[in-house]
């Protein structure tokens, strides 16, 4: 099967990426994780996106798209694959379909602004080990002190709530349509993001067998 992910910054996509990797043993593909993977290998498009990274501009939409071919034509995706953050907007899911990639079904996570805008607000990471928390949900037995090393806790810039408002405008700008662009196909099946991350894998296999 060969799904496509829809859903804001910090709805949880990540993480059923994860869950649907375990149960259909097919690779989750993630754009950042793919780049950094092809610059390090030193591919044909990995080489041309670091060029553009260097000299700080944003990798355009036909090295994104080269490499995305690249990884897509590996053996472990025979059988099916994941897409996260891919497509971003309604040019590149053209130029997946103009590749012949056939898409099965495409999974919007739904979650409200508000509810992603307090999710992401409210993080705070251990730069030294990595631990992360929630000063809602996960507070630490020390406020701002890592329960694990004792180093200081810190807001990541992405997580400041102007940064995050920011994020949400530019993904319902350019990414929201998308919802429209795989409906008109048929494919599209939404999932109301739930408190619990269990309750949302249930809908989401759900999804998958609808």
């Known amino acids: 099967m060969n799904l496509i992910l829809l859903g ?7 993480t059923q990426a994860e869950k649907i990797c375990e149960k259909l043993s097919i690779p989750a593909i993630s ?13 044909e498009m990995g080489l041309k996106a670091k060029s553009f990274i260097d000299a700080g501009k944003l990798v355009p939409d036909e090295v994104v798209i ?9 053996d472990d995706c025979r059988n099916g694959f994941i897409l996260d953050g891919f497509p971003r907007t309604i040019p590149q899911a053209e130029a997946l379909d103009e590749m012949g990639v056939q898409i099965d079904r495409v999974i919007d996570i739904e979650v409200p602004d508000e509810k992603i805008a307090s999710r ?6 251990c730069l030294k080990c990595g631990a992360t928390y929630h000063t809602e949900f996960k507070a630490p037995v020390t406020e701002g002190i890592c329960d694990v ?14 940064t995050v408002l920011d994020r949400l405008n530019t993904y ?10 795989y ?3 048929g494919i599209l ?14 809908l989401t296999f759900k999804a998958l067998e609808d």
């Open 8 to 14: 804001a910054p910090g709805a949880g996509k990540g």
């Open 31 to 43: 754009t950042g994780n793919i780049l950094r993977e092809a610059i390090a290998n030193g591919t």
């Open 66 to 74: 080269g490499i995305i071919n690249e990884r897509l034509n590996k």
């Open 120 to 125: 992401l607000s409210g993080r705070r990471v």
């Open 149 to 162: 090393c004792g180093e200081k806790l810190v807001q990541r810039k992405d997580d400041m709530p102007e």
């Open 172 to 181: 319902h700008e350019q990414t929201e349509p998308l919802k429209d662009y």
């Open 183 to 185: 409906e008109k196909k």
């Open 189 to 202: 099946h939404i999932v109301e993001g739930q408190e619990k991350v269990e309750d949302t894998t249930a």
